[in-house]
């Protein structure tokens, strides 16, 4: 149980495009879901809280105009990167929360490696 | 803001040896996560501590929770090439809403 996908797993695209990824649980409804970035080595950066059915929660530093966060529904938060340049080349990974569960538990997707040219 | 400091950051020890990883957060916690990352793969869950002084065990692993609820600790018995990956700490703030991420130890095993 528990499980988080992501899609796409890694996407290659051009400066000035925008790239959207899906973050969806598959077996629990999660209210909430976050956005983090890792870079190489590094830990997770936490990029935004996302909350189903409002708007997101941005860290300081992110902007919201370039990393849109929809939150449809209880199953699906999706994180676009728009006007991509190659700075925003990154690991990005989501994570949720049961609300069927009294914890705090994190179930992380896979990530998508982000490549901007 | 909060702040989770984790050390130390890289650990190189050979097959069998102790392995420890601490985590201390700048303001007290609500409860801590541990998590493990294997190269090229994403942060699975290991466990949570919400209780002062509690101490957990999951086979070699060994976690504690620090009285103050502001230190953590995950400690490794007789390491095992399967353990080789970064241990992340990531402790919640009520207060903040949001857990914080500490920068990981990162564990190699040499056979």
């Known amino acids: 149980g528990a499980v988080v996908s992501q899609h796409p797993s890694w996407v290659i695209c051009k400066s000035g495009t925008s790239v959207k990824i899906e973050c969806r649980s598959l077996?629990?409804?999660?209210?909430?879901m976050f956005w983090y970035r890792q870079f190489p080595k590094q830990s997770l950066m936490l990029m935004a809280t996302s909350n189903e059915g409002s708007k997101a929660t941005y860290e300081q530093g992110v902007e919201k105009d370039k990393f849109l966060i929809n939150h449809a529904s209880l199953t699906l938060s999706t994180l676009t990167v728009t006007s991509a340049h190659p700075e925003d080349s990154s690991f990005y990974i989501c994570?949720?929360?049961?609300?069927?569960?009294?914890?705090?538990?994190?179930?992380f997707g896979p990530g998508t490696r982000l490549t901007v040219l | 803001g909060q702040q989770v400091m984790q050390i130390p950051q890289y650990q190189h020890v050979q097959e069998g040896e102790d392995f420890t990883t601490y985590c201390n957060s700048s303001?007290?916690?609500?409860?801590i996560q541990w998590y493990k990352q294997r190269p090229g793969g994403h942060p699975v869950f290991l466990i949570q501590?919400?209780?002062?002084?509690e101490v957990k065990k999951q086979k070699r692993l060994t976690f504690q929770f620090g009285e103050a609820k502001k230190n953590s600790s995950l400690h490794i018995t007789a390491t095992q090439t399967t353990d080789v990956g970064t241990y992340f700490c990531?402790?919640?703030?009520?207060?903040?809403?949001?857990?914080?991420f500490g920068d990981g130890t990162t564990l190699t095993v040499k056979p």
């Open positions: 501590l919400v209780k002062s002084g």
């Open positions: 994570s949720a929360r049961d609300a069927g569960q009294r914890t705090d538990t994190q179930y």
């Open positions: 077996d629990f409804q999660a209210t909430t």
């Open positions: 303001t007290t916690l609500s409860n």
């Open positions: 990531a402790g919640l703030n009520t207060n903040a809403g949001k857990s914080t």
